[in-house]
Nanobody
Framework: QVQLVESGGGLVQAGGSLRLSCAASGSIASINAMGWYRQAPGKQRELVAAATSGGATNYADSVRGRFTISTYNIKNTVYLQMNSLKPEDTAVYYC???????????????WGQGTQVTVSA
């Protein structure tokens, strides 16, 4: 229904920056929220940042002030600017898109394949 493709991951030094991109295609007209999750080895997937069609944004406490989610068009593109990266930010980052009445991150949303972010000390 909705296909998501992430890009922009890579290996960076602590204190560095990366910008992740997520491109959506398919049934994008109904998308009303997009966001980023991450999953580190041995840990559960967690919400990093989210943006809704109303313009609201939310961030995990661990990234607030360092990461910024932005959209040029919430229907098809979302970015995650990551600054002041720390080794604990190392994870696979996943894009997520929610449509209709379903909340971001639920089983009824669409997920990208993930992009690896590795931050070295």
């Amino acid at each position: 229904q909705v296909q998501l493709v992430e890009s922009g991951g890579g290996l960076v030094q602590a204190g560095g920056s990366l910008r992740l991109s997520c491109a959506a295609s398919g049934s994008i007209a109904s998308i009303n929220a997009m966001g980023w999750y991450r999953q580190a080895p041995g840990k559960q997937r967690e919400l990093v940042a989210a943006a809704t069609s109303g313009g609201a944004t939310n961030y995990a406490d661990s990234v607030r002030g360092r990461f910024t989610i932005s959209t040029y068009n919430i229907k098809n593109t979302v970015y995650l600017q990551m600054n002041s990266l720390k080794p604990e930010d190392t994870a696979v980052y996943y894009c997520n898109a929610a449509s209709g009445p379903y909340g971001l991150g639920s089983d009824f949303t669409s997920w990208g394949q993930g992009t690896q972010v590795t931050v070295s000390a």
